[in-house]
């Protein structure tokens, strides 16, 4: 009965491969996110999603592409990755209102060798 | 800009009460957040505010001052498990802005 589910949990690859990492929610939330969070431990966001519109485009490289199939999947894409790739990547997803709470999933580690 | 400033580090006893603080300047405010985050996990969602005051959950009171650009988290009859970093976020401009969190070890 996960919320949030992101796959893959670890991600070794090596310097310009390409990859793509998936997130799912069964809240039935009608946003979702993506956040950066380096090894410092600062969560950084990078997109987000809105009823399968992009609403947020922070500077992130466009080697990087979100994708939405429909309102529970967000999934991101990263072309020719670089070792300052290497990171945590949050999905998290919310319900339009007031409170806006954010529910995470699990995390992806990505290592770009 | 946006700022959000919180301590990097705290250390406080079992048992004993402690205050993380967080100061803020973003574009609109549409409430603040805390969030507690393991080491290795994922961060999860503790309390909201969104009015000047403050908010009990528990052992977890939030409080805010709009005007201030303030809010803290309060920690009451700490316990081990409650070593983990703590996140300060803003909701302003249709945007979510977080701080760089602040790192709490409980000592027994």
């Known amino acids: 009965d996960t919320a949030v589910s992101q796959t893959p949990k670890y991600l070794v690859t090596q310097m310009g491969n390409d990859k793509s990492i998936k997130c799912e929610q069964n809240?039935?939330?009608?946003?979702m996110y993506w956040y950066k969070q380096d090894s410092k431990k600062f969560l950084k966001i990078m997109f987000s999603y809105n009823n399968k519109e992009l609403i947020i485009n922070e500077t992130v490289p466009n080697r990087f592409s979100p994708k939405s199939p429909d309102k529970a999947h967000l999934n991101l894409h990263i072309n020719s990755l670089e070792l300052g790739d290497s990171a945590v990547y949050f999905c998290?997803?919310?319900?339009?209102?007031?409170?806006?709470?954010?529910?995470f999933g699990p995390g992806t580690r990505l290592l770009v060798l | 800009g946006q700022n959000i400033d919180q301590p990097t580090e705290m250390t406080a006893t079992e048992g004993a009460i402690v205050q993380i603080n967080c100061t803020y300047q973003t574009s609109g405010f549409n409430g603040l957040f805390w969030y507690q985050q393991h080491a290795g996990e994922a961060p999860t969602f503790l309390s909201y505010n969104v009015l000047d005051g403050l908010e009990e959950k528990g052992r977890f009171s939030s409080f805010l001052s709009r005007s201030k650009g303030y809010s803290y988290l309060l920690l009451k009859e700490l316990q081990m498990k409650d070593s983990a970093s703590y996140l300060c976020?803003?909701?302003?401009?249709?945007?979510?802005?977080f701080g760089s969190g602040t790192k709490l070890n409980v000592k027994p």
């Open positions: 998290a997803s919310s319900q339009e209102g007031v409170r806006r709470t954010q529910y």
């Open positions: 809240l039935g939330h009608d946003t």
């Open positions: 976020a803003v909701w302003g401009f249709n945007k979510f802005y």
